[in-house]
DNA sequence: AGTCGGACTTAGCACCACCGCC
DNA sequence: GGCGGTGGTGCTAAGTCCGACT
């Protein structure tokens, strides 16, 4: 066991501690601007907005394809889905639903008492070992990692006849109590409770027992070593490896089943239910080529409305002006961006210019923009916006329902005899481009996207979705059982690229390739130690060819600071880098080990980050800067083909996004596992949002400052104020009380009631917990101004951490998981309490 | 070896309904 | 009861990565 010295710990990841004051500023500028905390009206006129499926019934026999198959018994939407872990003995369902009543507290109310802990700041780490990879023999520790255990799921059967529904609710699972559960580690490899199904698939294609071999980094069972620490969180290992596995876990594992079993057995049945089982059972025999469906049938897309002319004129020069329908549909998606922050880019209105004027024909009366008015339409599209408000709540009901009825057969897909949700069935309307960062091409018109365009995806046997519009028909029919799209259009804006139709993030078919992928990173866990002496080695070899050098530090960079691979961008996008593509000009060597980051990222984000770095790789970014101007490549050896390639050498799959994953997921893991302490449900949910923001900040997830926060936080601090001012006045009233005196006037002037000591000190204490709320109130919200925490959860955080926690200390998962986490997440639910990432 | 088409995941923001607070 | 604030949801842009083709 090597230790993970201490001095390689510094990474210093300002960004944790001091994102407010990083990013209020930075914020503003450095984030895209666009529309960024506006309220744009745009998409209203054209866009579909329509109530959200998930909230529906999905019962709904009206719909073609319901009445084809058997539906499942309809779910019960708003009993909460509980943890739970199936098991092996005959089941009784007591179908409480005794829903406890600290579960429907606000978050708000949650938080009490808690976080102010939240502030805390990120620790800065860094590890990379400095010893050799040696000892070649130990391959396939996954594999043998993921048979150790069978597969519960697999012993399901389907249900023959009926067809079984995904997604939308959840199925009416009874709330258990989960049982209290030491606060152990499990035995390292035994812990993969559900893997089986996870390791036959894409992953096994260079199946770690097969190929794994190459550049030596292998697996390797090191039974204490802290590679597999979060970058986080290394620097606290000391601290960690006091609480390391012991003998005791088997134990401990076997108690909580046996304590699980009454729950077991409900979810076993609630798993048929909602069969992720069965495709995840499927699958596997669908190996063959790359077969993602046997069946497949759905019923198309839908179409945004026809385009309504309201005949507002605009001004031109101050005289109305005379537009055609199609003239008019485009100044108005022009007219209605009037609030947004594009209409200050010159870029933006050029290009909109461009298009529109090519509409309008040369020889149109209006030539200029600069003389345009469009605020009739403004004005005009403002009070659409009102009297849709003003519309009663019956009213808005039946417009509700009416679309839900006419959208309702398209938003079922039938997958292997399976109902699943398709995620975005309605094509996009037509707009104006709203591409973020300085992207060249904002402002552009999209298009109106017509059934010619559309390319449908079905099984052969499959009827052809009727085209919906009168007429017109589709571009062309494929059955292609390899992809998993429904339909796709060519992206208006860049032809060469396409739009898709997917099914929905609660399918089998995206839950399985979900799971796979935190497998994969799992995998990541027991190479990386490896892969770390790999590139150390490797960056402290001068003599090294330069490409190896650069792949080293890049891989460094990556691992460490989740920074993305960076592929080569066109021109004809924003200008944005990751890891391969930095440039001299984002990095800057602060000596004696500095170095700064600063570049905008996917979606023009900000990043924005000094770390330490081992000597080796300041040195080695040094010399890779040296000699090149400002806006060259800093890794001019490299891109992101050969990167993987070379990550692939190291593990099967490996690519640079499997480090993103594995460190976002490891952090929550031990965060989770080493901060959880005794205490009510509310405290042990503020440490999983401080886990998860870690996480948030390695990962760089901002979200735009909300334009009321400032007045958020000011109202908060008169809140503080006054209920201080009403403190100071009770303690003097205690006083005179005690005294038999009658209390002082209030602030008001108003004389306050006569009342015991006691019953003020009780207000006391009321007032001094209302402070404290609103103290961390605005801890928190400060804190979190910038943050962005759904974006982990929903993509980087192996939810089968979050499950086996939440049964582990009682938490119910609907804490964490909303509900359409919890569809997304189905496959996940039954883990085993004491899973560790 | 490099390019490009293709498929799929990841991302932040707009909008709206709902809920708790005053 | 009204209103502000928030969480959930939908939307679609912008990434990653693979593999076929040249």
Known sequence: MDDMDDDDAPLVFRRGGKSASRQSQSNAEAKRTPSSSHNVNGQSSNGQRKASPLRSPITNSKSPMSSEIKQMPKQNASSAVRVEIKSVKSEKKSQVDDEDSEDD???SSRLKGAANNVKKEVGGPSHVKKEDSDDDDDDLPLASRMSTKPNHLSEKKPLASKLQQNGSSTSNTNKMKTPVVPNKRPMEKSNSSDQSSAKKQKLSVPSSTTKAKPAAVKAEEKADDDD??????????????????????????????????KANMKNTKQMKKSKFSKSTKVQPGSTDGQRKWTTLVHNGVIFPPPYQPHGIKILYKGKPIDLTPEQEEVATMYAVMKDTDYMQKPKFLENFWNDWRRILGRNHVIQKLDDCDFTPIYEWHQQEKEKKKQMSTEEKKAIKEQKMQQEEKYMWAIVDGVKEKVGNFRVEPPGLFRGRGEHPKMGKLKRRIRPRDITINIGKDAPVPECPIAGESWKEIKHDSTVTWLAFWNDPINPKEFKYVFLAASSSLKGQSDKEKYEKARMLKDYIHN??????????????????????????????LALRAGNEKDEEEADTVGCCTLKVSNVECIPPNMIKFDFLGKDSIRYENTVEVELPVFKAIGQFQAGKGENELLFNALDTSKLNAHLKELMPGLTAKVFRTYNASITLDQQLYEETEEGDVAEKVVVYQKANKQVAIICNHQRTVSKTHDSQILRLTERIETAKQELKELKIDLERAKKGKPPLKGADGKQKRNLSPEAIEKKIASANQKIEKYEMDMTTKEDLKTVALGTSKINYLDPRITVAWCKRHEVPIEKIFNKSLLAKFAWAMDVDPEFRF
Do not use: G, M
């Open 531 to 560: 892969i770390r002496a790999a590139y150390t080695k490797d960056f402290n070899n001068k003599d090294k060819d330069p490409t190896k050098r650069q792949i080293a530090v890049a891989t460094y960079l990556i691992d460490k």
């Open 105 to 107: 507290k606000p978050l």
């Open 228 to 261: 597999d620490i979060p970058i986080s969180q290394r620097i606290k290992k000391a601290t960690v490896s006091a609480r390391k596995p012991s003998s005791a876990n088997t134990k401990a594992t076997k108690v909580v089943s046996s304590s699980f079993k």
